[in-house]
């Protein structure tokens, strides 16, 4: 491991302002339980690590007057899946957040991280993108925004630019009549890696035909993916056991995955094709 400076700002404007007077490598630090290990095993470099847990918008959790959540990239698994709103209106969101490590790694942890570590196995991603999340980054020339959906570029890689960290994550208020579930597959019961991920996200009228669908996946393809045929399978049409097989079908063949030693890429796009139906099945049971 290199030797690194560390730093801990107290404002945006603190952190923003060291990002624009640093140069070399600058590391958000907000668990360390992807970091700390890159930094030990030198897969990672530093000069700066900057711990962003004392700054006010990345530690809060809030509901806008819209019923957006406003989720700061520091804020843990733990807090996030504890709160009773985040677990009745984004639950595919709280689902993800409570398969991360163990207790102890949930307390550490943050979805923030899981985004910006931008892992294709991440369990929180899928999640997020199917409420549409959106990235809000900042750096010293100010905030961006950008939809979750265009963040990711390749395995370990996004967006951010040297100088830029995620603020918080932005996710709208779903409509009503609205459910989403997150489930993966791993070998054993906890503290393993998706060999695949899928989560769904339905709205339904009052006669129950699909009005939005969203699906995406984990660990099947070089970033995680919507599966956006198969939301179409979905979409305008009252969904039927026939349609949600078909859904699930449609996914696999949108899923790219590689062979590795946690599972063959036709083990995987299986797991698709049954993880996504199980998740649409368990939408209609919310629905209920
Ligand atoms: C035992 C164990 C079990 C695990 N199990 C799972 C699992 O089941 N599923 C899963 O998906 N992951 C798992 N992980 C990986 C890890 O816990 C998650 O990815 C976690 O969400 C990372 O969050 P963190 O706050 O610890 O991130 P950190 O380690 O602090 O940061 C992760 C990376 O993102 C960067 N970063 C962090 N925050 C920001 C920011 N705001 N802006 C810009 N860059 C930032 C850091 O510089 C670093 O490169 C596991 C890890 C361990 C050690």
């Known amino acids: ?21 640093q140069s070399g490598v600058i ?18 470099q530093a000069d700066l690590v900057m711990d962003i847990k004392s700054i006010p918008e990345t530690t809060s959790m809030e509901f806008d ?32 957040c409570e398969l991360i490590g163990s207790i102890q790694i949930q307390n550490r942890a943050s979805a923030g991280g899981n985004v910006c570590n931008s892992s294709p196995s991440a369990d929180t991603i899928p999640a997020l993108l199917v409420h549409d999340a959106i990235a809000v980054i900042a750096s ?21 630019e040297t100088g830029e960290f995620l603020v918080k994550l932005v996710i709208p208020n779903p409509s009503a009549n609205s459910a989403s579930h997150y489930l993966r ?6 503290m393993d890696i998706a ?19 969203r699906i995406a996946l ?6 995680p993916i919507r599966a956006y045929e198969a939301e179409k399978v979905l979409t305008g049409k009252i969904i039927t056991e026939d349609l949600i097989d078909e ?5 696999a063949a949108s899923a790219k995955p590689i062979s590795d030693v946690r599972g063959s890429a036709d083990y995987r796009k299986q797991l698709v094709k049954v993880l996504t139906k199980r998740t649409l099945q368990k939408c209609l049971r919310t629905l209920k």
């Open 1 to 21: 491991m290199n030797s690194f400076t560390y730093e801990s700002p107290k404002s945006l404007q603190e952190a923003t302002s060291l990002l624009s007077q």
């Open 27 to 44: 590391r958000p630090l907000v668990g360390g339980s992807d970091l700390i290990d890159q930094l030990r095993t030198n897969r990672k």
């Open 65 to 96: 007057a819209n019923g957006a959540l406003h989720l700061g990239s520091a804020v843990s698994c733990a807090d996030t899946y504890a709160n009773p709103t985040v677990r009745s209106q984004f639950t595919a969101i709280a689902e993800s």
């Open 140 to 160: 010293a020339k100010g905030l961006r925004e950008i939809a979750l959906n265009e963040f990711f570029t390749g395995p370990g890689k996004n967006v951010l």
């Open 185 to 190: 597959f791993i070998p054993r019961e906890e």
């Open 195 to 213: 060999v695949a991920g899928a989560a769904s996200f339905v709205t339904v009228d009052s006669s129950g035909t699909c009005l939005q669908a």
């Open 218 to 223: 984990a660990a099947v393809a070089p970033t």
């Open 247 to 251: 859904a699930g079908v449609t996914a």
